[in-house]
């Protein structure tokens, strides 16, 4: 163009910010300032967006600047875009100066500061700020106000607020807003409250998308949920028209990896390769990929996968160092280690952690003495996390004097630096020191005793029988507040000392955890060490299997009860059986098992009699949605149980999992009318 006039750039503005190109609106803007030319009203909106879009905060100033010398500054709509532009550029300071300043807001004005001030974690602040706006103007809320307080709620897990906004949205309907509905499921999930997560997808999110699935998925993953994760990917890709996402699968593969479930992670890696997409380009899915099969024990494809891989940042490599140290190759992850450096990538305090621990598997001394000076060298001694992970290493290696010197060389110190002295101690047999040190803990720290101090140091004033009731009692809690690795350091320091019941709540907890195979090598390991299961062990053993979906190994073990050491089963062992094959999907030989028993052996006796069995076929029904079933189930319930509400409630929910509404309706009027009330809680456990 010979000649270029204001027209000609904000025209070539528009068209570079409507087409999301950023970097060009402010190469184009820049131009015209030099040449003094001014931007329009439209122009001036997509600089400041692509400021906010490139994180150019620089930029975003002097165009600020700019706007304020002539004198666009009190225009609503560039205030606004002003505050986003802050707030996604992280200074809310500056965000709130330009809302403050504002001689007039309108609910865009509101909404994008509540925004502001829950994407960046403050959500307390949002809270006030909603409150403000009720309060001082006269505005109704809109869609992103509310959408801004889920994420809020969420971000701060603030449940009663949650609730709140929640029922904010049902009275106007705004829960048919996909938008909405997903975020109130994300809230909850955010806040822990898994069971009203899920009844938010089945009964309140008219239309499920993609994001609605994942949202759900990643919930169940991050609470522990695990089968219950595989359980949803597995409906997602039989009921749904929705094809998953490299999102699905990241958030699936976590969970299927921490059950141990190497058949579940091949379908998965089949289902990848079939939709094309790339393990080695994205590095999140990739990374899960090859932490997966290392927590499966199959750490040939871990390896293919990682040499496969684009190894751009330091969460694949330790990825890889973890999983050979799981499996017993902590050499090969030393030696990866030297191979990382050569690529340039840059460790972080994971990666020294992963490798202390290595070291602390081999024993090696020497090779932990490198790895301590690297960690001097760059800084990571500075990290508590890795403090705790040299202490740890020193004592594995025989060196408690190390470990001593390191810890009083400490600036900060957390309970988990006390709890490893205190181990150490007591590993090489120095009660004494450890007793001094537990005292010292109290006398000279703020730092609260936690059950691993406990056990540490009950271990070191006795061996006696009443501890074994302290330890397994940790053991179980850890266990099922989903603590399993701490569950079992527990119990292998408890070392000779176990008893029966130690070995059963292991195998409870591994169970209710999802490590079923490895529970089931921990009865061989029982026997090995001398002691002989009895009929709470296979109970333990059996509802391990169940929960680990392995129904072969659970009636190999149900025969072996009854063959080998000719325990006769009881209610429970029937009981664990019936929900073993429940929670697989195999109802109908649940139903059949309940009449006839299992044909390995062992008399049934009158089990069409027992409420407990009926309850677990139902409780399987509404899990897999069978609906038929479950009626039946439900009838007998009625006849052997008419006063437990329980049941009714799992049925309820079944007939609303299966869309036959008019049947929950009716289930519900049965509470409604005062027919049945719930019973109140209470504790067993004698203070």
């Not at 090969?332 to 290595?358: A, C, H, K, N």
């Not at 509802?543 to 025969?559: A, K, P, Q, R, T």
Request: include cysteine.
């Amino acid at each position: 163009m010979p000649v270029r006039d204001a027209m000609s750039y904000n025209f070539l503005i528009y068209c570079f910010g409507s087409n999301g190109f950023y970097g060009e609106v402010l190469n184009v803007v820049c131009s015209m300032l030099d040449l003094g030319l001014f931007p329009n009203f439209g122009s001036i909106l997509y600089a400041i967006m692509a400021c906010g879009e490139m994180r150019s905060l620089e930029s975003g100033i002097l165009i600020h600047n700019y706007l304020i010398q002539n004198g666009f500054g009190l225009n609503v709509r560039i205030a606004n875009s002003l505050i986003s532009m802050y707030t996604k550029l992280g200074r809310l300071d500056l965000g709130y100066q330009v809302f403050n300043d504002m001689p007039e807001r309108d609910v865009v004005s509101w909404n994008s500061m509540i925004t502001g001030f829950a994407q960046n974690g403050k959500g307390d602040e949002a809270f006030d700020l909603y409150l403000s706006m009720k309060n001082v103007e006269d505005l109704v809320p809109s869609r992103v106000t509310f959408l801004g307080l889920l994420l809020a709620c969420g971000q701060v897990q603030n449940l009663n607020m949650g609730k709140i906004v929640h029922g904010h949205l049902i009275h106007p309907g705004l829960m048919s807003d996909f938008r909405l509905g997903t975020s109130v499921l994300d809230m909850y999930l955010k806040c822990g409250e898994v069971e009203c997560a899920r009844i938010i997808f089945e009964e309140e999110l008219l239309e499920k998308n993609l994001v609605s699935w994942n949202s759900l998925l990643a919930g169940y993953s991050q609470n522990g949920c695990d089968w219950e994760a595989v359980f949803l990917f597995q409906r997602l890709l039989s009921e749904s028209n929705l094809k998953p996402d490299s999102i699905t699968i990241a958030n699936v593969v976590p969970a299927c990896a921490r059950l141990a479930n190497l058949q579940m992670i091949r379908l998965i890696h089949t289902l990848i390769i079939k939709k094309g997409l790339q393990l080695v380009s994205d590095i999140v899915l990739g990374t899960s990929m090859v932490d997966a099969y290392g927590k499966c024990f199959d750490i040939k494809a871990s390896t293919f996968l990682f040499t496969c891989s684009r190894k751009q940042n330091a969460a694949i490599w330790n990825a890889m160092i973890s999983g050979y140290n799981l499996n017993h190759s902590a050499y090969q992850g030393i030696e990866l280690f030297t191979e990382m450096l050569r690529y340039e990538v840059l460790p972080d305090t994971i990666t020294m952690v992963m490798l202390l621990q290595s070291c602390g598997e081999l024993g090696s001394l020497k090779q932990g003495s490198i790895i301590h000076g690297y960690c001097f060298s760059k800084g990571f001694n500075w990290h508590l996390t890795v403090s705790n992970a040299m202490m740890d290493m020193y004592i594995k290696c025989g060196c408690i004097r190390s470990s001593l010197i390191l810890f009083n060389s400490m600036c900060y110190k957390n309970i988990v630096t006390w709890n490893t002295l205190l181990c150490g101690y007591v590993r090489i047999g120095r009660s004494a020191m450890a007793i001094d040190l537990f005292n010292q803990l109290q006398w000279e720290t703020q730092h609260r005793p936690d059950p691993v101090t406990m056990i540490t140091v009950t271990q070191a004033s006795s061996t006696g029988s009443a501890n074994h009731g302290v330890a397994n009692s940790l053991i179980d809690a850890y266990a099922k507040n989903g603590l399993i690795h701490s569950a079992w350091s527990l119990f292998e320091q408890m070392g000779k000392s176990k008893d029966n019941s130690s070995w059963n709540v292991m195998l409870a907890g591994l169970g209710m955890n999802g490590y079923g195979r490895k529970a089931c090598a921990l009865l061989s390991q029982m026997e090995e060490d001398g002691y002989e299961p009895n009929s709470i062990t296979f109970v333990s053993l059996l509802s391990s299997c169940s929960h680990s979906g392995l129904i072969d190994e659970g009636c190999y073990y149900f025969n072996l009860m009854v063959t080998k050491y000719n325990i006769q089963p009881c209610l429970e062992h029937w009981t664990c059986v019936i929900d073993m094959f429940g929670r697989a999907g195999r109802l109908e030989e649940a139903y059949h098992m309940i009449q006839n028993g299992l044909p390995q052996g062992g008399d049934p006796g009158n089990l069409s009699n027992c409420a407990a069995v009926w309850g677990a076929l139902l409780s399987a029904c509404r899990m897999h949605v069978n609906v038929e079933l479950g009626e039946l189930a439900s009838q007998q319930l009625s006849r052997l149980s008419p006063d437990n509400c329980g049941y009714y409630t799992l049925l309820s929910n079944l007939y609303s999992s299966g869309r036959r509404w008019n049947e929950a309706a009716n289930m519900r009027r049965v509470f409604e009318d005062g027919k049945l009330m719930k019973k109140p809680g209470f504790s067993t456990v004698n203070v």
